[in-house]
């Protein structure tokens, strides 16, 4: 089950992963790789003449993919996450609310042009979204506000009744919550019902991160 060569690398089980000394420049601590050695990642503290720090790095790719630093600090620069506005498209009932416009979008796992969310692995994911929908005319009726996923099933966040006629930006509806989901799941944001021709209002803002 365990073997350790002449040389000092540790193999675990017959076909599992091998554990040797890393060899990438400022790299001080193991590089851990299937068995035969062609890829899988690089386990190290990364320490240097200027800073002292523990990394874990991609060994095909040689990019840092989670930092602890000196400090205490925990940075993970591909962790799936993403952030959307508004840019007055048209809303329609039961579909996704149309946020085509990124700041970020670690990893592309949002589309804008579906409006949806691809969860890149089983996990739990953080779910905000604000919503301000303008030319939203009276209908007295609640306006409901869900996160919607591939299966059909559909998450509240939040809901209001709309009693006033005006021109522009007149109410918002918003909320977050932290939802669990299988890999290559879609999850989007939905509005159950609308009256008149609303549009959504370019600060209305919506985004998803994996926290676990």
Known sequence: RLRITSNGTVIVKTNGMNLENATATNSRGYSITNAAGSTGWTFGNGITASSHQFVIYDN?????????????????????????????????????LPYDSTDYNNGNHYNTSTY????????????????????????????ELYIKNTAGTRLFLD??????????????????????????????????????????????????MLMA
């Open 60 to 96: 095909t790719a040689g990019a840092a993919r989670l930092t602890i630093a000196s400090n205490g600090a925990v940075t993970k620069p591909s962790q799936p996450a993403f952030s959307a506005k508004g840019t007055t498209d048209a809303i329609s009932a039961g579909s996704p």
């Open 116 to 143: 949806k969310f691809t969860c890149p692995v089983a996990g739990y994911y953080y779910v905000t979204c604000h919503v301000v929908p303008t030319g939203f005319s009276s209908s007295n009726q609640n306006v």
């Open 159 to 208: 809901r209001k009744v709309k009693t006033n006629n005006y021109a522009s930006n007149n109410f918002s509806v918003g909320g977050s919550r932290i939802v669990y989901q299988a890999a290559n799941t879609d999850l989007w944001v939905e509005f159950n019902s609308i009256s008149g021709s609303p549009t959504l209002e370019g600060s209305s803002h919506f985004g998803i």
